[in-house]
């Protein structure tokens, strides 16, 4: 990166046009910044992966039309501004993660400017556009992602390294402005005001989308709530009486887990909570409802599914929990591997085992309770209660 910025500040002219692209450019980004600084600053609050801020749509443009060193210059002070601004706020970012953005910015705008390089010697064309922003979206998203893992390589996951698939779109969608303004910037500059209202409509829509998920979502675990969980499972209900069939509901307790917050702290124990809620999102189908009910339980709503295949799926879970090995850490920053965790399941059914959701959800909350008096480490079924508080 130095090397390629050294040769093109020896190689490369600044001309008189090249500073007026640089200060239209670093003025745009600086207002659009200060124009929606409150709304970044929630979004990066409420981020649980790699921040995506806007600054590519005034980059990308800086990649092709300006010097490389130039370019480097343009990412130096937008973000020289955007860390100004953070630490001037609330929510401070530490000064090694602004450098670090911005190294990964310069690599990525050095990336599409070469691309450009290559294929447009014909001039800007729709292809060398779309090309340059496939070489800055891969090039970003491979340092960022390297740079996180490397931080964190014991708690590293794709989604926490890549981000999710939300945040590459919106990604992309700012390099799709960006290539809208490489179009306008050498015929009509002056139009790319145009871009703010936009732009601002996205981060608005953005934090809105975040807020919404924040409202339904349990943080912890990135499962559903108790109270969304409720309110999509009456949904349910009331869409079985109408349209006839069942569901399975399934009650998770996990067994002796005070035990795991005494012995090793409640940081343990989140983390313990995350790997159970993972197993269960990811054994359960897209439609069906995952939720965190409280503490150390869980539940899901498994729709269209009879007692014996909820219960076969139960078995599975409870299997599951049984063979995972977390790595996490205790209260005093020790590695720590907790393994051998069980859950009691409970399970009923609708309209089987009760004809509204709170008279189903009794019946697999005894059904955990009988669990739990037979040995824990079980699914039991609802209709097996009788039998197996007897033994």
Known sequence: MLALGSASLV?????????????LLAILAIVQAEATRRIEHQRRSLSITPHVNVTSVWLFPGAF????????????????????RSWSGIRHVTPHRTVANATTMIMSSFAAGYTEHLIGHNGTTTYSICAAGLAFFL?????????????????ATAKSCLGSWDDNILELSTLCFGGLLVATLPHQPMLMVLIFLPLYVLQRSTLVKQLEELATTDQKTQLLNAVTWQNAAIREVSRVEREGGSFGALMIDLDF????????????????LKAVAALVKSETRQHDLAGRFGGEEFVALLASSTKDEAIAIAERIRKLVSELVINTRNNEGEPVVIENQTASIGVAEFPRDGSTLDEVMASADAAV???????????????ALDAVMAG
């Open 369 to 383: 309770y009988a669990a739990k008096r037979s040995g824990r480490n079980r699914v039991v079924g609802s209709p």
């Open 11 to 23: 190689q490369v002219p600044v001309t008189a046009s090249h500073w007026g692209t640089f200060c």
């Open 257 to 272: 887990f005070k035990r795991i917050n005494d012995n090793y702290g409640h940081l343990a124990g989140d983390d313990v």
């Open 65 to 84: 039309f300006l010097p490389p060193h130039l370019a480097a210059l343009l990412v130096i002070v937008i973000y020289g501004h955007l860390g100004y």
């Open 139 to 155: 090039m970003n998203t491979l340092v960022t992602g390297v740079g996180l893992y490397l931080a964190t390589p014991e708690e």
